[in-house]
T-cell receptor, first 114, second 118 residues
Framework: RKEVEQDPGPFNVPEGATVAFNCTYSNSASQSFFWYRQDCRKEPKLLMS???SGNEDGRFTAQLNRASQYISLLIRDSKLSDSATYLCVVNIGPWGGATNKLIFGTGTLLAVQP | GAVVSQHPSRVICKSGTSVKIECRSLDFQATTMFWYRQFPKQSLMLMATSNEGSKATYEQGVEKDKFLINHASLTLSTLTVTSAHPEDSSFYIC??????????????FGSGTRLTVV
């Protein structure tokens, strides 16, 4: 079983639509959680961190359910520029420790259509 | 902000040759650097973790003699793909944990190196 699992998509949605991505992780000792965005042939860039209380940044809302080991990302009012691959990322190991590292999901491809 | 500069961005080499990829932290000291590999339509897979002044820790299935990592200073880590073969063609990305005093900038990524072995 993969450590971080995502639906690979693609998700093809019209502009203005709301789209939700889900992610599950297997390591219950995971420390922190993130959503990254990766454009084609580019490095991943941090979109937002994910907290148990849920957090929102403009049109983006992230949620974490530690009991279910489940993470979600909601994008409202999709823009053409949102087209990218969204990576669910889990940080394992003690923060600041030698074994701390990021584990990436396979990513979910989003294509926003005009 | 924290910046990691990665070079080259793209390299084409002949089968059997070696290729060196450099990652430099420009405005912070990177005690730990992570090296990832990404094949088409797949996610980033962690290859190894390097700590300044010590041997790198390789993930299971990654050959340490083929992927040589050197982290000789707090601002430079290198990955050398030795005796490269076409199956080594991939997108290689480095990442560093950026901290300045008490400020933790989290993980910063280099822009990646697209390696094609012909």
């Amino acid at each position: 079983r993969k450590e971080v699992e995502q639906d690979p998509g693609p998700f093809n949605v019209p502009e203005g639509a709301t789209v939700a991505f889900n992610c599950t992780y297997s390591n219950s000792a995971s420390q922190s959680f993130f959503w990254y965005r990766q454009d084609c042939r580019k490095e991943p860039k941090l979109l937002m961190s994910v907290y148990s209380s849920g957090n929102e940044d403009g049109r983006f809302t992230a949620q974490l359910n530690r009991a279910s080991q489940y993470i979600s990302l909601l994008i409202r009012d999709s823009k053409l520029s949102d087209s990218a691959t969204y990576l669910c990322v889990v940080n394992i190991g003690p923060w600041g420790g030698a074994t701390n590292k990021l584990i990436f999901g396979t990513g979910t491809l989003l294509a926003v259509q005009p | 902000g924290a910046v990691v500069s990665q070079h080259p961005s793209r390299v084409i080499c002949k089968s059997g040759t070696s290729v060196k990829i450099e990652c430099r932290s420009l405005d912070f000291q990177a005690t730990t650097m992570f090296w990832y590999r990404q094949f088409p339509k797949q996610s980033l897979m962690l290859m190894a973790t390097s700590n300044e002044g010590s041997k790198a820790t390789y993930e299971q299935g990654v050959e340490k003699d083929k992927f040589l990592i050197n982290h000789a200073s707090l601002t430079l880590s290198t990955l050398t793909v030795t005796s490269a073969h076409p199956e080594d063609s991939s997108f290689y990305i480095c990442s560093a944990r950026a901290r300045e005093g008490r400020i933790d900038y989290g993980y910063t990524f280099g822009s990646g190196t697209r390696l094609t072995v012909v």
